[in-house]
Structure formats: C-alpha cells, structure tokens
C-alpha cells in the first residue's frame, strides 16, 4: 500500500518528489523515485509497508530493466500468480505483490489485469520498443483512487489531488456543473472532477501514454443479468455465497503487520469479524465507534459478536469536539462529501492506527446485496408500476401532500424526522412516477437537491443555469434486468469509485491505515451476482442469503436485527462548538455572498428552518459546509459574484 505519483511529457524530477511529499501520509515508511530523461518520464511512491517489510521497496524493474513499476493496493492472489508466473520462467528476487504484479505484465501484457484480484492503482513504464510508454491501471470498482491532469502532450498522475497541487502551474479552476452535481449526491461523480484540469481514471480502466497520445480503454466490466444462477434457493444462496466471502476474507487477511477490523452492528462486519476469527493467531483486534452522549443499540450489536469470537474488542467515542476535525477531513478527501460520516469514520481509523496496520470493512455489502433502503423502495415502485396506471401516480401525490407526515415517516426507516421538506420530495416523485424510468427514479432517491431546490438556493446566480443539468454519468438499464439488478449495476459507475470506496480510502489513509473490503473482491462481487433477487431482498428483509449464511457464526440478535442508518447526531451538534462555529464561518452571509453560488437569504432561510422542517435542512447545509471547507484548502480565490 502507498500512494504514487508522475510525470509524462514533462520532465521534472523535483516535481515528481514534491508530489510526492504531499500524501506523505499515504506512505510513511519510505519513498521511491526513477527518471527517464530521454522519454521525459519520472514515477515515484511513498510505501506504507505492509508485504515483504525488507525486500518490497519500490520502484521493481524487470526485462533487463526496461520495464518499471510502482503500485498502491494489494492483490490477494499474488502467491498462486507467482507460482503460475514461475512455471512460465519468471524468476523472483522479492517476496512482494508488486514484484509479482510487475511479472504478470511481462507475461500478459494489459491483458494481466484481469488476472489480479484485489486493488490497485499501478503505474508502469515500458522502455521496449521503439516508443517508450507510460501505463496507469485501475482496480475493478475502483478501491484505490487515482486522477490525472492533462496539459497539452504532457500528463500529471497521483493518488490524491492535493499532489497534483504540487505543480506551480496547477490550475485551481473549478467547474460549475460538477458543483451542481455534488450539491445533488453529495460527493463528486467521475470521470470529472470539481476542477477543470482534474479527471479521474474511471475504475475498471487503463490508460497508456505515449509521445503526448493518450488511450483510455475498459477492461472490466461489472457481472450482469446472464450471471444469475437461478435455480438456487436460500440455502444454497447462502452456501455460494458464503464460500466466496470466507475465501475472501481469509486472503485479505496476508499482511506482515497486525491485521484488524472495523466492527459496527450491521451484519456486513459482523460476518467478516467471524471469517476473520477462523485463521487468526490471537484474538481479531476490532474497532467500533459510537456517540456516548447519544446511546444507540449498534455498539451494543457489535459487542456481542466481539465477545462470541473472543475479539480484542476497542470502543471508540465520537464527540462534539471531534466535528472540529472537519477542516483537516476536507483536505483529506480531496473533494468534498457532504455526508457527515466521514467524522466518525476519521476518529475511528485515527484510533484504530494506535493498534494495526490494516484494517477489514463491510463497505460495498449493500451495493452488491441491495441493501439500502432505496433498493427495497424502488424495486417496490417497479413493480407497482407495472400494474397501476400512470395517472394513479399524481393522484398519490395529492394524497401524500396532505396526509400527516408522521404517517409518511413510518414507511422509512430513517432515525431522523422526514418532516415537511421530506415530504415534498416524496410528492414530487410521486407526481412524475408514471413516466420516470428507472434510472431517473434512482438519480432522484439519492439526490439531496433537485433542479427545483438548485434554483431556489442559488437565487438568480451562475448555478442557477446548471439547475436542468443531468446528474453524474449516464446511468442505463440492460435488456432481462431485473429492477433490483439494475439499481445494483447502478451503483458501480459513481456511487462505489466515488464516495463510498473513496471516502474509506482517505479516511483510513490520512491516518497511514491500510483499508480492505473482502465484498469488493472479484470473488464475492461474482458470488453476489448469481444470486437470484428473492435471496437477497424479500418481504422478511434485506440480504437474506448473507444472514443464513450467519446463522452458527453470529448471534441471532445480530441475524435479525434490521438495516439502520448509522445515525449521526447533527441536529445537537450544529448547535453546540465547535461544530456551530464552523458553520457560522463558513455560512457567514458575507463570504456566502463573495462567493456567489448561493442566495445569502435562502442560507439565513435554512438556518432558521422550525425543527417540523425535518432533517432535510441541516444535511444541506452541512452538505454546504463542507463545500466551503473544500475551497478554502483548494480554490480559496473562486468565485462567482
């Protein structure tokens, strides 16, 4: 694991290690450099050891030294690879991955890719031929972030943004369209990014530079509708399941360092805390965090399972005083996300680095087993849809407008008030459900703002006239998809890359912590695609095949307990410091209006909206805030007045 960076058409060294310096963080057990002088390349790294502590430096050559790599990530099947590489000739001077990653590129070419299961963001440059070469490489959903810059025939690569930043000729512009897209999802989708000169190498892709030319090619595609094995009932569901989640668990678990994991009271952890326990030497180190002033029955969840396997469990606390950490999380995402999970998520990998090394999560779970919320909604209303009439929709609509909102909050397991806000985003649904497909429906129950919320908020300024804009990549439907297939394969082009995979890699990176994800493995994401949608999401709950699979390896009150929104207490918060501070700077009407994206009457609206509002409001204008926070630390000077 570490972080890299590079040069192509522009030869500059110190360049190359000042970038390199600014995610030391990512790497701060050594650092890796190596310049081509006639082919104007420099690639270099920052290594967080964590495979082969006194063999794995990088950059690796190999081909007489014609060919040159550095790599962020891990790949869980590098020991049977370089058994396979070995019968083929290939011999080894290192125990690594990366050496073993570097060999499959000798022998395959870019057709190695597909053979490496785990995550990674590589950078290799072929000297053969008469052309030397630069290659960037993505892992499937995208675990391991990487972007680029181009600037004319020369190309910037990094690990994170601010090592672009690097560079005295960066360019801090800022592209309106993906504020308006941000504003809706609450993160950035690709392959743009807030910034102008800024893209992002889309997961599952490879780019080769050569001489100033550039070729973006897809190598990876996500499982579809003909993966489906539908014979299979629930037990043998759970069973296909469950053996490839415990193959993946148990090979993500190969470090030299201590190994632990993230435990809160979903199922997804819970079963990983208890794959983990199987082959472990000592007793699983396992981290949870809570808000004390603020009891919920997660941490309780999680205890009983820490206790079952005889974990070396750590409880963590999350306060009001931790929300002053938010200026550093900014910088430390790259770009903003306006999720305020990101908190505890920082305080916990901030915690957990006291202990290990690497630690295991149950991020990607509820994309690959449709386990939101939204999922089960959805896939409700497809299949209303295909019997009620279009005009029934707007006459709910009505309905919903004046019925009492408690009424409405019971159909949503949220912990937060839906209020009168929530509501109108609930009539406005309705009212165009008839005719919306799928995909607009989906782009709609995850948005915070709609065009209509984008006009009201930017009040006759410049994002006014992104309001109609669509939203992030185009998201389609495949012929024989199911409804709940597709919002699964929607998942994979913004949602995974760019916020939940990207959040987990820089919480847990700003803290030199390696994170894993056993069900973004190629096994598991697989296993989950064949299974039939009745095993996964069904009138008694979310991720059937999962839970039976638990069944013997957890407690039944961790089984049944429902999916919940880990609930994060913003309400109290933004009225007590060092939150409200934060918010009274970056909301201050003065800076609101030297900025120049937003109405300084529609913020003070919202700041005063009455508790009946519902949660709506406040998650705006955090969502709002860390904007703000986002500028000051990379294009403090735009602005739109």
Not at 25 to 49: K, N, Q, T, V
Not at 106 to 114: E, M, S
Not at 163 to 185: H, K, N, P, T
Not at 400 to 414: G, N, Q, T
Request: charged share 25%; with cysteine; net charge neutral.
């Amino acid at each position: 694991m570490c972080g890299i960076v590079g040069t192509a058409g522009r030869y500059d060294p110190a360049l190359v290690r000042r970038m390199a310096d600014r995610i030391s963080h990512r790497g701060p057990d050594g650092a890796g450099f190596h310049d081509f002088p006639s082919a104007e390349i420099s690639i270099g790294m920052r290594r967080l050891a964590v495979i082969d502590l006194n063999t794995g430096d990088q950059p690796l050559h190999g081909d007489q030294n014609r060919v040159h790599i550095v790599y962020n990530g891990e790949v869980y099947n590098y020991r049977e690879l370089r058994t396979e590489l070995e019968k083929l000739g290939h011999r080894f001077i290192t125990t690594s991955d990366t050496e073993v990653v570097l060999h499959a590129y000798l022998a395959w070419g870019r057709n190695a890719w597909v053979r490496l299961h785990g995550m990674f963001a590589i950078a290799i440059v072929d000297e053969r031929g008469s052309r030397t070469k630069l290659l960037l490489v993505r892992d499937r959903p995208g675990i391991k972030p990487l972007y680029f810059c181009r600037q004319g025939k020369s190309l910037l690569f990094a690990s994170e943004i601010k090592a672009l930043q690097a560079d005295s000729g960066f360019s801090s512009e800022v592209d309106l369209a993906a504020i308006r897209s941000y504003l809706s999802l609450r993160y950035v989708p690709g392959p743009g990014s807030l910034l102008t000169s800024v893209e992002k190498l889309a997961a599952g892709h490879d780019l080769v530079w050569c001489q100033g030319d550039i070729e973006v090619k897809r190598w990876w595609f996500p499982p579809g509708a003909d993966s489906v094995e539908a014979g299979l009932d629930i037990e043998a569901a759970a069973d296909r399941f469950g053996t490839a989640l415990r193959a993946s668990v148990h090979r993500h678990m190969i470090a030299d360092v201590p190994v632990g994991a993230f435990l809160s009271g979903g199922i997804d952890s819970n079963v990983i805390v208890a794959l983990m326990a199987e082959v472990a030497a000592g007793p699983v180190k396992t981290f949870s965090i809570g808000f004390p002033d603020f009891p919920d029955h997660d941490r309780e969840l999680a205890a009983l399972t820490a206790r079952r396997i005889g974990a070396d469990h750590h409880a963590i606390d999350c306060r009001a005083e931790d929300m002053a950490s938010l200026p550093e999380i900014a910088f430390a995402l790259d770009e903003p996300v306006g999720d305020a999970i990101v908190v505890p998520m920082y305080v916990l990998a901030r915690e957990a680095r006291k202990e290990v090394k690497v630690v295991l999560s149950g991020e990607g779970a509820d994309e690959i087993l449709g386990g939101y919320m939204f999922h089960r909604k959805l896939q409700q209303i497809a299949r209303v849809k295909s019997f009620v009439p279009a005009h029934s929709f707007p006459i709910a609509a009505r309905l919903a407008s004046i019925i009492p909102v408690a009424i409405l909050e019971r159909l949503f397991d949220y912990p937060g008030a839906l209020g009168k806000v929530g509501r109108r985003k609930i009539v406005s649904m309705l009212e165009r459900m008839g005719d919306a497909p799928l995909t607009d429906l989906y782009r709609s129950a995850v948005s915070l703002f709609d065009a209509d919320d984008i006009r009201a908020m930017a009040g006759g300024h410049a994002l006014a006239r992104e309001a109609d804009r669509s939203v992030g990549p185009v998201l389609e439907r495949l012929p024989g998809e199911t409804a709940l297939q597709s919002l699964v394969a929607m998942q994979y082009p913004d949602w995974l890359p760019d916020d939940i995979l990207m959040k987990a890699d820089k919480m847990t990176m700003a803290h030199s912590l390696e994170g894993r994800v056993p069900f973004m493995d190629e096994l598991v994401i697989a296993a989950a695609a064949a299974l039939p949608d009745a095993t996964k999401l069904g009138a008694s709950g979310n991720k059937l095949a999962l839970r039976r699979f638990g069944v013997g390896l957890l407690p039944s009150e961790v089984l049944q307990a429902p999916k919940r929104a880990f609930y994060i207490p913003l309400e109290a918060y933004a009225t007590t410091r060092p939150l409200a501070d934060i918010f009274d700077w970056a909301l201050d009407p003065v800076r609101v209006k030297k900025r120049g994206l937003f109405s300084p009457q529609w913020i003070a609206a919202q700041r005063a909206a009455d508790p009946a509002q519902g949660f709506l409001p406040l998650k705006r204008l955090f969502s709002i805030v860390m904007l703000e926070l986002w500028f000051e630390r990379f294009a403090p000077s735009s602005s739109w007045t």
